[in-house]
């Protein structure tokens, strides 16, 4: 079976995304790449990156609007989830890095 394609977006892809992106990096079930919504970000989002994702986690609300405005299309069948994490973290925070721990093998459906 091959490696499930995770794709974490955030405003800027400084600290929130990248940080879920490093949580999954080492797991042999996954492949994990980051991106951010600004034209600012460090890796801003963009349609190769939505189709090559089999799951979309994003951080908040707003990001989820602005790839439903840019990406409808490419967004129909996939599952995209809202993590509801504020932008209150640095990059590897110990508490963002739980929250991911805690939260994403629930979506994805699989143990670490």
Same mark, same amino acid.
């Given at each position: ?9 955030? +405003?800027?892809? &400084? #600290? ?8 999954? $990096?080492?797991?042999?079930?996954? =492949?994990? @790449? ?13 349609? +190769?990156?939505? &189709? #090559? ?8 609300? $707003?990001?989820?609007?602005?790839? =439903?405005? @840019? ?42």
């Amino acid at each position: 079976m091959s490696a499930t394609k995770v794709l974490f977006i955030c +405003s800027r892809n &400084q #600290w929130r995304s990248p940080t879920g992106e490093r949580v999954l $990096k080492s797991h042999p079930d996954y =492949q994990t @790449r980051s991106a951010g919504t600004s034209p600012k970000a460090r890796n801003t989002v963009n349609a +190769s990156m939505i &189709q #090559w994702a089999d799951v979309i986690f994003v951080m908040e609300n $707003k990001h989820q609007d602005r790839l =439903q405005a @840019r990406f409808s299309k490419l967004l129909k069948h996939k599952p995209l989830h809202v993590l509801d994490i504020p932008d209150e973290y640095q990059f590897m925070d110990p508490e963002l890095v739980s929250i991911f721990e805690d939260c994403l093998f629930d979506y994805l459906g699989k143990e670490d």
